[in-house]
């Protein structure tokens, strides 16, 4: 009952890891507000949520690279429910394996402005709403951030300019009693994760050699990455701000 009153609004929630957060949010009482391009799917998790308790979840159509929009899905969110008490920055799109020198500039930019401009507006959105709440900001970065990946540059600088932000704006906000982190998934099962695979030569050995890259020899299930979140929004983490939590499985360990 950790979010028992309370309103979670999430970029990207009707798929992978966002849905994670999502269920596990929705699970301690929450009420959830997704935000999400994909309006059927995201309608249906929302039915779903609403047949368990009615009044819990609704959902607003948005491409969060477009300003205009994630701003007012933010703001109506905010009015439906009368509070947020936390935000999780979570839509995130990963290009094709591209080198360098074959990745368009437009396309560098279009992955910042889903993956990172999402970040800076959204949060920039909901602190008015955040400050009356003394809430959270949560932040999906990834461990490309602090590893980087081959083939994926512009990913790897949107999650690193996510995490860069999360601490930035962690010390501005301190003084209004609002905490500021990130998450870094290394490898999730997510529909993201499956169709980044089938990028590749052999999707299938790429899956099983992803699952080793963890010494749990595994990937994450998007609701493990939810319960980090619900960790990081909780009072158990009442003096937890700035920081960048590694969900790895210990893809880090052993260099
Ligand atoms: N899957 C992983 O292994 C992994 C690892 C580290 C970090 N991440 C990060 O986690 C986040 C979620 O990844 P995922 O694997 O769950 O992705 P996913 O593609 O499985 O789900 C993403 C969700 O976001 C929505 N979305 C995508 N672009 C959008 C846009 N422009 N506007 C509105 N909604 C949009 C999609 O419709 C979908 O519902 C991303 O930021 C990603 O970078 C993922």
């Known amino acids: 009952m950790r979010f028992q009153n309370k309103v979670v609004v999430v970029t990207g ?27 059927a799917v995201a309608q249906a998790l929302a039915d779903q949520l609403n047949s368990l308790r009615p009044g819990s979840a609704a959902t607003w159509v948005a491409d969060v690279a477009q300003s205009d929009q994630l701003q007012s899905a933010i703001r109506a969110a905010a009015e439906t429910f009368g509070r947020i008490d936390c935000l999780i920055n979570n839509a995130g799109i990963h290009p094709p394996d591209t080198p360098l020198e074959q990745m368009s500039l437009a396309e560098a930019q279009q992955v910042m402005a889903v993956n990172f401009f999402s970040t800076y507006v959204a949060s920039q959105a909901a602190l008015p709403y955040l400050r009356t709440t003394r809430g959270t900001i949560i932040n999906m970065s990834s461990m490309t951030a602090v590893l980087g990946q081959k083939n994926s540059a512009a990913y790897a600088a949107s999650k690193g300019a996510q995490l860069s932000f999360t601490k930035a704006l962690a010390l501005e906000v301190a003084v209004d009693g609002i905490r500021v982190n990130a998450v870094l998934p290394s490898n999730v099962d997510t529909p993201l994760m499956r169709a980044w695979a089938g990028s590749l030569a052999d999707p299938q050995s790429a899956l099983d050699r992803i699952a080793q890259l963890q010494p749990l020899g595994r990937m994450a299930q998007p609701q493990e990455i939810g319960r980090v979140c619900l960790f990081l929004a909780s009072e158990d983490a009442s003096f937890i701000t700035g920081q960048g939590i590694e969900a790895d499985g210990g893809a880090a360990l052993d260099y």
């Open 13 to 39: 929630g009707a798929a992978g890891i966002g849905r994670g957060c999502v269920e596990v949010f929705h699970a301690e009482q929450a009420t959830v507000a997704i935000i999400d391009r994909d309006a």
